[in-house]
């Protein structure tokens, strides 16, 4: 069960990484990425 999660951050890691590299104006992506990094910091 956990080798599933760790694919599933891992591909969404990757995506968000890619779109940020690509530059591609995503608003819903960058909301996302946000919020996930805010969290991150609260842990």
């Given at each position: 069960?956990?080798s599933?999660?760790?694919?599933v951050?891992?591909?969404s890691?990757?995506?968000?990484?890619?779109?940020?590299?690509?530059?591609?104006?995503?608003?819903?992506?960058?909301?996302?990425?946000?919020?996930?990094?805010?969290?991150?910091?609260?842990?």
């Amino acid at each position: 069960m956990q080798s599933r999660l760790y694919i599933v951050l891992t591909v969404s890691a990757i995506a968000v990484v890619s779109f940020l590299i690509l530059g591609l104006p995503n608003p819903l992506l960058e909301t996302r990425g946000e919020s996930r990094t805010i969290s991150q910091i609260a842990d």
